[in-house]
Structure formats: structure tokens, C-alpha cells
């Protein structure tokens, strides 16, 4: 309860967008996003994804991200003790859940285990916008990524007009941003936070660092 609040609290008085840089797997890479003010870094805990990392090697790369950057751990389809069992050997302060997860089960998950956890929703024409609107400010937070065949980023977008207004700067968007489109984003939009992965890489699990700082540019600008 105390969680809910507080983070309703900071969803309604804080103004700049947040950004995630996402799918991490090199130290470097990690200290440029930090040098560069990122806000959250992601590491992707599902072994069919190109950019896995183990639990260890995350364990490792941590080490790297200083007091007041977020760590966040990216799931598809674990069940509570996967999760757990990797909360017990890295030191990740969100979840984030990519894959079919129910919403029940995310909220369950964050009372549980007493961490912020993050909702991922692929957006297409059945997208129930009425749950959505019923979870966002009962989860840490609701992502909205674009629809694809696989789990995880797809490097494609989706229509930004579907989302209804008054969800707009509650969410965080995802889905295809790069740097020329995430200013487009936060005019149309202006999101609570942007994630972004395959927009940031010249390979996959592999950022560009000139990409990274540009991306901060048109988000701070």
C-alpha cells in the first residue's frame, strides 16, 4: 500500500520523462548509460532472447551501476520462484514482465516479493485499455510495446493515437523507439518514461554509444 501511494505520488508531480536503456550484456556499455544519466538499465533473464544474460552474468554487470540507477530484471513467462531465485544471486531493484503474465499475477508478485514491478502489454486491436486504466497505479508500472509474433522488443512501433489520453503520461512507452522518433514521442505522448533497446545498438545486446547520447539529448532537450 505504502509502495502504491508513494509511486502515484512521484507519477503525478514529476515532470521529465524516465528512460530505461534496455538488453545490457557489456560493462562499457553499461558505463556510458550511467555517464550519460539513464535513469534504468534492463537485463533480459529469458534464454531465447539474443540478448540473455545469466543470472551470475548480471550479478557481474551490476556492479557497474552506481546508487540511484535502477536495475531491472526482464522476464517472459517465470513463474515466482525463476524470479526469486535470481533476486537472491544479482542485486535488481525492478521486475519487469514481458511475456503472458496476467496482471493479477504482476501485483501478486510485487506484494509478494515487495518490489516494484513492471507490466508489459503488447498493443493491438483487443487491447483492454479498461484493465490497463484498473492496474497502473496498482503495479509500478504498465510498459506498452507493440505487438509481434515473439516475447520482447520486436524493434517495431505501434499507433501512439490508440492510447487513451488520460493513460498517457502514466505509462512507459516502448515498441521501435529510436533517436529521431522518441522527440516525436514525448510531443504526441509525453509518457512517464520511454524504454528502448534495438534503438540504442549496432548489434543485438551490443549499444552504440553515440546512439545512447543522442537518444538522452532528444529526451532532456
Same mark, same amino acid.
Given at each position: ?33 550511467? $555517464?550519460? @544519466? ?45 524470479? /526469486?531465485?535470481?533476486?537472491?544471486? $544479482?542485486?535488481? =531493484? ?16 510485487? /506484494? ?7 507490466? $508489459? ?8 485499455? %479498461? /484493465? ?20 520482447? @522488443?520486436? @524493434?517495431? %512501433?505501434?499507433?501512439?493515437? $490508440?492510447?487513451?489520453?488520460?493513460? =498517457? ?13 522518441? @522527440? ?14 534495438? %534503438? ?16 538522452? /539529448?532528444?529526451?532532456? =532537450?
Amino acid at each position: 500500500m505504502i509502495l502504491r501511494k508513494r509511486w502515484g505520488w512521484l507519477k503525478s508531480t514529476i515532470m521529465r520523462t524516465r528512460v530505461k536503456f534496455c538488453g545490457f550484456t557489456r560493462e562499457e556499455d553499461i558505463q556510458t548509460a550511467v $555517464a550519460l @544519466g539513464a535513469d534504468a538499465l534492463g537485463f533480459v533473464l529469458y534464454e531465447k532472447s539474443p540478448r540473455y544474460v545469466t543470472p551470475e552474468r548480471v550479478a557481474q554487470l551490476c556492479a557497474h551501476v552506481p546508487a540511484f540507477v535502477s536495475t531491472v530484471a526482464l522476464f517472459v513467462n517465470a513463474d515466482e520462484a525463476q524470479i /526469486q531465485s535470481v533476486l537472491q544471486k $544479482a542485486p535488481i =531493484r525492478s521486475v519487469q514482465l514481458h511475456g503472458d503474465e496476467s496482471f493479477a499475477f504482476a501485483l501478486h508478485l510485487q /506484494q509478494m516479493l515487495n518490489i516494484p514491478v513492471i507490466k $508489459a502489454v503488447r498493443v493491438n486491436a483487443q487491447t483492454d485499455w %479498461g /484493465q490497463i486504466a484498473q492496474y497502473v497505479d496498482q503495479l509500478s508500472g504498465v510498459l506498452l510495446d507493440s505487438d509481434s509474433a515473439g516475447y520482447g @522488443g520486436s @524493434g517495431h %512501433g505501434f499507433d501512439w493515437n $490508440a492510447i487513451p489520453q488520460p493513460l =498517457r503520461s502514466r505509462i512507459i512507452l516502448s515498441g521501435g523507439l529510436t533517436v529521431d522518433s522518441v @522527440g516525436e514521442a514525448l510531443a504526441q505522448i509525453a509518457p512517464y518514461a520511454v524504454d528502448v533497446s534495438s %534503438g540504442i545498438e549496432v548489434a543485438k545486446g551490443i549499444k552504440d554509444a553515440d546512439k545512447m547520447r543522442a537518444f538522452m /539529448q532528444n529526451v532532456l =532537450r
